[in-house]
T-cell receptor
Framework: DVKVTQSSRYLVKRTGEKVFLECVQD?????MFWYRQDPGLGLRLIYF???????EKGDIPEGYSVSREKKERFSLILESASTNQTSMYLC?????????????FGPGTRLTVL | AQKVTQAQTEISVVEKEDVTLDCVYE???????LFWYKQPPSGELVFLIR??????QNEISGRYSWNFQKSTSSFNFTITASQVVDSAVYFC?????????????FGPGTRLSVLP
Protein backbone atom coordinates (compact mmCIF):
# COMPACT_ATOMS: atom_id res chain seq x y z
CA ASP A 1 0.00 0.00 0.00
CA VAL A 2 1.10 3.52 -0.73
CA LYS A 3 1.87 5.35 2.43
CA VAL A 4 2.31 9.05 2.86
CA THR A 5 3.21 10.13 6.36
CA GLN A 6 3.37 13.58 7.87
CA SER A 7 5.50 14.39 10.87
CA SER A 8 2.76 15.81 13.07
CA ARG A 9 -1.02 15.58 13.23
CA TYR A 10 -1.34 18.72 15.34
CA LEU A 11 1.03 21.61 15.75
CA VAL A 12 0.77 24.86 17.69
CA LYS A 13 3.25 27.65 16.96
CA ARG A 14 3.62 31.30 17.78
CA THR A 15 3.61 34.17 15.32
CA GLY A 16 7.06 34.70 13.85
CA GLU A 17 8.32 31.19 14.49
CA LYS A 18 9.91 29.15 11.74
CA VAL A 19 7.85 26.03 11.10
CA PHE A 20 8.83 22.83 9.34
CA LEU A 21 6.26 20.34 8.09
CA GLU A 22 7.71 17.06 6.93
CA CYS A 23 6.24 14.58 4.50
CA VAL A 24 7.58 11.16 3.55
CA GLN A 25 6.26 8.70 0.96
CA ASP A 26 7.37 5.14 0.56
CA UNK A 27 6.31 4.31 -3.00
CA UNK A 28 9.11 5.92 -4.97
CA UNK A 29 6.76 8.50 -6.44
CA UNK A 30 8.26 11.23 -8.57
CA UNK A 31 5.74 13.92 -7.72
CA MET A 32 5.00 15.41 -4.34
CA PHE A 33 2.61 18.17 -3.39
CA TRP A 34 1.70 20.44 -0.51
CA TYR A 35 -1.85 21.72 -0.13
CA ARG A 36 -3.65 23.71 2.47
CA GLN A 37 -7.27 23.01 3.21
CA ASP A 38 -9.62 25.67 4.51
CA PRO A 39 -13.39 25.44 5.02
CA GLY A 40 -15.30 26.39 1.91
CA LEU A 41 -12.16 26.69 -0.19
CA GLY A 42 -11.29 23.06 -0.75
CA LEU A 43 -7.66 22.21 -1.31
CA ARG A 44 -5.30 24.82 -2.66
CA LEU A 45 -1.89 23.93 -4.01
CA ILE A 46 1.04 25.63 -2.32
CA TYR A 47 4.05 24.00 -3.98
CA PHE A 48 4.85 20.83 -5.81
CA UNK A 49 7.94 18.95 -6.88
CA UNK A 50 8.36 16.56 -9.79
CA UNK A 51 11.91 15.53 -8.98
CA UNK A 52 14.60 15.83 -6.34
CA UNK A 53 15.70 19.44 -5.85
CA UNK A 54 12.97 20.61 -8.25
CA UNK A 55 10.10 22.75 -7.08
CA GLU A 56 7.30 24.69 -8.67
CA LYS A 57 4.94 27.24 -7.20
CA GLY A 58 1.31 26.40 -6.91
CA ASP A 59 -1.62 28.73 -6.48
CA ILE A 60 -0.70 30.20 -3.08
CA PRO A 61 3.09 30.03 -2.52
CA GLU A 62 3.43 33.34 -0.66
CA GLY A 63 4.82 32.90 2.83
CA TYR A 64 5.98 29.34 2.15
CA SER A 65 9.04 27.59 0.83
CA VAL A 66 9.83 23.92 0.21
CA SER A 67 12.75 21.57 0.13
CA ARG A 68 13.20 18.22 -1.58
CA GLU A 69 16.65 16.84 -0.98
CA LYS A 70 15.60 13.20 -1.25
CA LYS A 71 13.00 11.62 -3.47
CA GLU A 72 10.89 10.34 -0.61
CA ARG A 73 10.84 13.52 1.47
CA PHE A 74 9.20 16.87 0.81
CA SER A 75 9.31 19.60 3.43
CA LEU A 76 7.15 22.68 3.73
CA ILE A 77 8.67 25.65 5.52
CA LEU A 78 6.94 28.65 7.00
CA GLU A 79 9.78 31.12 7.42
CA SER A 80 7.86 33.36 9.80
CA ALA A 81 4.50 31.91 10.76
CA SER A 82 1.49 34.20 10.78
CA THR A 83 -2.02 33.69 12.12
CA ASN A 84 -3.46 33.52 8.59
CA GLN A 85 -1.42 30.39 8.04
CA THR A 86 -3.52 28.53 10.57
CA SER A 87 -4.90 25.70 8.48
CA MET A 88 -4.86 22.01 7.67
CA TYR A 89 -1.84 21.09 5.57
CA LEU A 90 -1.99 18.05 3.35
CA CYS A 91 0.89 16.35 1.59
CA UNK A 92 0.35 14.14 -1.44
CA UNK A 93 2.41 12.13 -3.89
CA UNK A 94 1.80 10.63 -7.29
CA UNK A 95 3.60 8.54 -9.85
CA UNK A 96 5.22 9.88 -13.00
CA UNK A 97 3.71 12.24 -15.51
CA UNK A 98 0.34 12.68 -17.07
CA UNK A 99 -3.10 13.30 -15.72
CA UNK A 100 -4.18 9.76 -15.14
CA UNK A 101 -2.35 9.08 -11.92
CA UNK A 102 -4.22 9.77 -8.74
CA UNK A 103 -2.62 11.49 -5.81
CA UNK A 104 -2.14 9.70 -2.51
CA PHE A 105 -2.56 11.83 0.56
CA GLY A 106 -1.14 11.90 4.03
CA PRO A 107 -3.32 12.32 7.13
CA GLY A 108 -2.71 16.05 7.33
CA THR A 109 -1.17 18.41 9.86
CA ARG A 110 -3.49 20.83 11.59
CA LEU A 111 -1.38 23.89 12.29
CA THR A 112 -2.48 26.61 14.67
CA VAL A 113 -0.51 29.83 14.78
CA LEU A 114 -1.16 31.94 17.86
CA ALA B 1 -9.51 28.86 -16.25
CA GLN B 2 -10.43 25.57 -14.72
CA LYS B 3 -12.95 25.47 -11.94
CA VAL B 4 -14.86 22.88 -9.96
CA THR B 5 -18.10 23.73 -8.20
CA GLN B 6 -19.76 21.66 -5.53
CA ALA B 7 -22.83 23.67 -4.72
CA GLN B 8 -23.89 21.54 -1.76
CA THR B 9 -21.89 22.60 1.24
CA GLU B 10 -23.47 20.15 3.65
CA ILE B 11 -25.98 17.33 3.29
CA SER B 12 -27.63 15.30 6.02
CA VAL B 13 -29.48 12.08 5.34
CA VAL B 14 -30.81 9.24 7.41
CA GLU B 15 -29.18 5.88 7.05
CA LYS B 16 -30.38 3.82 4.04
CA GLU B 17 -31.41 6.90 2.09
CA ASP B 18 -29.88 7.49 -1.33
CA VAL B 19 -27.88 10.69 -1.76
CA THR B 20 -26.36 12.44 -4.76
CA LEU B 21 -23.41 14.79 -4.53
CA ASP B 22 -23.19 17.27 -7.37
CA CYS B 23 -20.05 18.31 -9.19
CA VAL B 24 -19.92 20.82 -12.03
CA TYR B 25 -16.66 21.66 -13.72
CA GLU B 26 -15.33 24.22 -16.17
CA UNK B 27 -12.46 23.68 -18.56
CA UNK B 28 -11.49 24.63 -22.08
CA UNK B 29 -9.51 21.46 -22.54
CA UNK B 30 -10.89 18.61 -24.58
CA UNK B 31 -8.79 16.10 -22.68
CA UNK B 32 -9.07 16.08 -18.93
CA UNK B 33 -9.61 13.80 -15.96
CA LEU B 34 -12.14 13.94 -13.19
CA PHE B 35 -11.70 12.47 -9.74
CA TRP B 36 -13.67 11.96 -6.56
CA TYR B 37 -12.00 11.75 -3.18
CA LYS B 38 -13.43 10.98 0.24
CA GLN B 39 -12.07 12.60 3.39
CA PRO B 40 -13.28 10.76 6.50
CA PRO B 41 -12.91 12.32 9.95
CA SER B 42 -9.40 10.86 10.19
CA GLY B 43 -8.34 13.48 7.65
CA GLU B 44 -6.67 11.43 4.93
CA LEU B 45 -8.17 11.85 1.46
CA VAL B 46 -9.02 8.54 -0.13
CA PHE B 47 -9.21 8.14 -3.88
CA LEU B 48 -12.59 6.86 -5.09
CA ILE B 49 -12.72 7.11 -8.85
CA ARG B 50 -11.05 8.57 -11.94
CA UNK B 51 -12.76 9.25 -15.24
CA UNK B 52 -11.25 10.60 -18.45
CA UNK B 53 -13.11 13.01 -20.69
CA UNK B 54 -13.54 10.49 -23.49
CA UNK B 55 -15.33 7.95 -21.39
CA UNK B 56 -18.86 9.00 -20.59
CA GLN B 57 -19.93 5.58 -19.47
CA ASN B 58 -21.42 5.64 -16.02
CA GLU B 59 -19.77 3.52 -13.41
CA ILE B 60 -21.07 1.55 -10.49
CA SER B 61 -19.00 0.18 -7.66
CA GLY B 62 -21.07 -1.44 -4.98
CA ARG B 63 -23.25 1.24 -3.42
CA TYR B 64 -21.39 3.99 -5.28
CA SER B 65 -22.21 5.19 -8.77
CA TRP B 66 -21.03 8.07 -10.90
CA ASN B 67 -22.86 9.89 -13.66
CA PHE B 68 -20.59 11.75 -16.08
CA GLN B 69 -22.33 14.07 -18.54
CA LYS B 70 -20.14 16.21 -20.77
CA SER B 71 -23.14 18.08 -22.14
CA THR B 72 -23.77 19.61 -18.73
CA SER B 73 -20.14 19.45 -17.50
CA SER B 74 -21.19 17.41 -14.52
CA PHE B 75 -19.75 14.42 -12.73
CA ASN B 76 -22.22 13.52 -10.00
CA PHE B 77 -21.73 10.90 -7.33
CA THR B 78 -24.56 8.83 -5.86
CA ILE B 79 -24.44 6.71 -2.75
CA THR B 80 -27.23 4.16 -2.57
CA ALA B 81 -28.51 2.96 0.79
CA SER B 82 -26.18 5.27 2.69
CA GLN B 83 -24.45 4.12 5.85
CA VAL B 84 -23.01 5.97 8.82
CA VAL B 85 -19.51 5.11 7.60
CA ASP B 86 -20.19 7.19 4.50
CA SER B 87 -20.08 10.33 6.64
CA ALA B 88 -17.18 12.36 5.29
CA VAL B 89 -16.26 15.32 3.17
CA TYR B 90 -16.28 14.48 -0.52
CA PHE B 91 -14.17 16.35 -3.04
CA CYS B 92 -14.52 16.45 -6.78
CA UNK B 93 -11.36 17.36 -8.71
CA UNK B 94 -10.39 18.17 -12.27
CA UNK B 95 -7.03 17.51 -13.83
CA UNK B 96 -5.35 18.70 -16.99
CA UNK B 97 -2.99 15.90 -18.02
CA UNK B 98 -0.50 18.24 -19.69
CA UNK B 99 0.04 20.73 -16.92
CA UNK B 100 2.38 19.63 -14.17
CA UNK B 101 1.37 20.61 -10.69
CA UNK B 102 -1.18 23.24 -11.56
CA UNK B 103 -3.29 20.43 -12.78
CA UNK B 104 -5.38 19.33 -9.82
CA UNK B 105 -8.25 21.70 -9.23
CA PHE B 106 -10.40 20.71 -6.29
CA GLY B 107 -13.92 21.75 -5.53
CA PRO B 108 -14.75 23.15 -2.09
CA GLY B 109 -16.11 19.81 -0.91
CA THR B 110 -19.47 18.55 0.30
CA ARG B 111 -19.81 17.41 3.90
CA LEU B 112 -22.11 14.41 4.09
CA SER B 113 -23.58 13.38 7.42
CA VAL B 114 -25.40 10.08 7.56
CA LEU B 115 -27.49 9.81 10.69
CA PRO B 116 -28.38 6.45 12.24
Amino acid sequence: DVKVTQSSRYLVKRTGEKVFLECVQDMDHENMFWYRQDPGLGLRLIYFSYDVKMKEKGDIPEGYSVSREKKERFSLILESASTNQTSMYLCASSRGSGGLNEQFFGPGTRLTVL
Amino acid sequence: AQKVTQAQTEISVVEKEDVTLDCVYETRDTTYYLFWYKQPPSGELVFLIRRNSFDEQNEISGRYSWNFQKSTSSFNFTITASQVVDSAVYFCALRDPWDYGQNFVFGPGTRLSVLP
